[in-house]
């Protein structure tokens, strides 16, 4: 798999992102003229917001809801790109869609491909066969399910029709059941993403991932805590009358307020004394994953053992009562040291079904060798 994409960074799209973390803002959906100019000279005023985002058409789960403004919005796009130096983005799900911005270049700078359509590869296709011969940075969304899978493969299909200016956006994942969060950040999966195209930005959507206001502040710490490069914030002039998303929308001095309070860390420190005491403390971490590796390898050896013991004695390979005992026994050791009792019993089931694993083996070369 191709995971050396030579994307070029947010950072080197246009004058003016040459700072990290990009930050994106702007309302869910443009709504009327004056809503989406009072909200982008607003937010204009905020000196960290470099985008202004808008989506004039709307993926919307049931039909009957607010569906977007369609091309009208692009006008008032090319107004904020006047009135303000905002650069202006918008969500393209279909080639027609992307025809359309491409016939009005004075409107928008950056596209980007919504959760819905980033799930469906033929819609991708088709959104990649459009922007072919085009120069325009696309983002591209995680899809709505857990899948890193198909995020690489959006990712793929763009870079594949010529676009090389390309970010990831994070937005979370539907959640089974209702959770406190409307979707759940799982972050584990952008950080492969990353590990899978190390050249790749990421931004966060703490709005999406939250589903309400209150929780938008501290996603969006979250996503700064692990070196992510951005973020995209819901920003509406007048939340509560948004036609979309109206619960999750931060006016514009609310975002200034949480851009003042966020607490931008480095993702690197040159201090020689900062790196000395690093290197210890991984010098400690270093160690003790080398013991926990050679001490799993001795149990995997016992579990060998023991597994030839049982078919010689011809008991089967799991107890009931001994995989209890295991249990209540390793918790409360863990209690005990003050280690996390649900990654105990997660830890302690991946070991079990290794050892299983084994004992399997054993079993299953001893018949064969009878
Ligand atoms: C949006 O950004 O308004 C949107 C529709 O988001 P998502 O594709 O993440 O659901
Ligand atoms: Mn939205």
Redesign the pocket.
Known sequence: MNTNLDIIPINKWYKGLAEKPVIIAGP??AETKEQVLQTAVEISKIPQVKIF?A?IW??RTRPGSFEGVGTIGLKWLAKVKQKTKLLTAV?VATPEHVKICKQNPESVDIL???????ANPFSVQELADALKGLDIPVMI??P?NPDLSLWIGAIERVYNSGINKIAA?H??FSPFEPTKLR?IPKWEIPIDLKLHFPKLDIIN?P??ISGIKKYVSEIAQDALDLNMDGL?I?THINPEKAL??AKQQLKPEELAVLLERIKYRLAENKNPEFISNLEQFRYQIDSIDQQIIELLAHRMLVIEDIGAYKADNNVTIFQLKRWKKIISSRLQLAKDNNVDQNFMRKLLQLVHKESIRKQKNVLKLKNASK
């Open positions: 869910c959906s985002r989506g709307k993926p969500e980007w491909i919504g959760a819905r359509t980033t969304k995680n709505i956006i937005r979370g979707n959507d709005s999406h995209m819901e979309s998303d």
